[in-house]
């Protein structure tokens, strides 16, 4: 199921929803497709039946829209590059 089909769904919008084996955008924290495997409104239930199913590598999300959320992208750097600060000026009182 598609991110976008699970918050357009009136069963999950609302809802904090455990997903597995998701598949995230290139370079992006968004999900593109996954398996909805539990949801609840309540984000400490939902988690304690996810531990009890001892599904340890479950991304949940809240789906609140029927688009997903806007994404974080980092500056993509060549591998191998280093990034330095430059020096502190020295403080003088």
């Known amino acids: 199921m598609t991110w976008s089909e699970v918050c357009k769904s009136d069963r999950f919008?609302?809802?904090?929803v455990a997903l597995d084996n998701v598949r995230y955008a290139a370079?992006?924290?968004?999900?593109v497709e996954?398996?909805?495997?539990d949801?609840?409104?309540d984000l400490a239930e939902l988690c304690s039946r996810?531990?009890?199913a001892d599904?340890?590598?479950c991304a949940i999300l809240f789906?609140?829209?029927a688009?997903?959320?806007?994404?974080?992208?980092r500056p993509a750097m060549p591998s191998g590059t280093v990034r330095h600060l430059p020096p502190r000026r020295a403080m003088h009182h």
């Open 39 to 41: 949801a609840d409104e």
């Open 13 to 16: 919008r609302g809802r904090w």
């Open 50 to 52: 996810v531990r009890a």
């Open 63 to 65: 789906c609140e829209e």
């Open 34 to 37: 996954a398996e909805v495997f």
């Open 67 to 73: 688009t997903p959320p806007m994404s974080v992208r």
């Open 27 to 31: 370079g992006s924290t968004v999900p």
């Open 55 to 57: 599904r340890t590598a």
